[in-house]
């Protein structure tokens, strides 16, 4: 199993792992899924199996906002090249690896990549029963988010790196 960044030619395997973790509402569209791995490209982290299936990934913009707006999903961010505030859009697993430990580790290496480019922070919204998940992996609820994304009432979770 290895970390690779996302390309184009992953597109049809990561929308399969957005659909099955995501309901209509909140899953990201083929399009913005195609915008994400041309602007994001260096903070598209795919996680693949031994075969080169895509069975994890890790997606945000490198920005100079602290948390997650609503309107960056509508209008991808370019990101900036050093520095700023890693955020993250999605993290989606396969149901078949999941509680295997690969959120974790994704989410590990995506901090790691950003130490590297000099990042302040990592920052992200999730629903309520996911907060236990980012507190084991280090990150602090800094409470209800100013969201409407899927009709959810989201948390703001981060993480000060440096």
């Known amino acids: 199993m290895k970390y690779v960044l996302a390309d184009i030619d992953d ?3 990561i929308m399969n792992l ?25 903070t598209f982290l795919t996680f693949k199996d031994e075969y080169g299936k895509v069975i994890g990934f890790v997606v945000g913009p490198a920005v100079k906002e602290r948390f997650v707006k609503d309107e960056m999903y509508d209008v991808t961010p370019e990101n900036l090249t050093t520095g700023g505030h890693q955020l993250i859009f999605t993290i989606a697993i396969s149901p ?3 509680g295997q430990g690969i959120g ?48 959810e009432i989201w948390y703001n979770m981060e993480k000060i790196i440096d």
């Open 18 to 42: 957005e659909r099955l973790g995501f309901n209509d509402a909140e899953a990201g569209s083929e399009e913005a899924y195609r915008e994400r791995i041309e602007k994001l490209h260096e």
């Open 96 to 98: 078949d690896y999941r």
């Open 104 to 151: 974790s580790k994704l989410l590990k290496q995506f901090e790691l990549n950003a130490q590297n480019a000099g990042r302040t922070s990592i920052a992200l919204t999730c629903l309520e029963d996911r907060i236990p998940f980012y507190e084991k992996n280090g990150y602090v609820n800094q409470g209800i988010a100013n969201s409407e994304h899927g009709n």
């Open 11 to 13: 597109l049809s395997e």
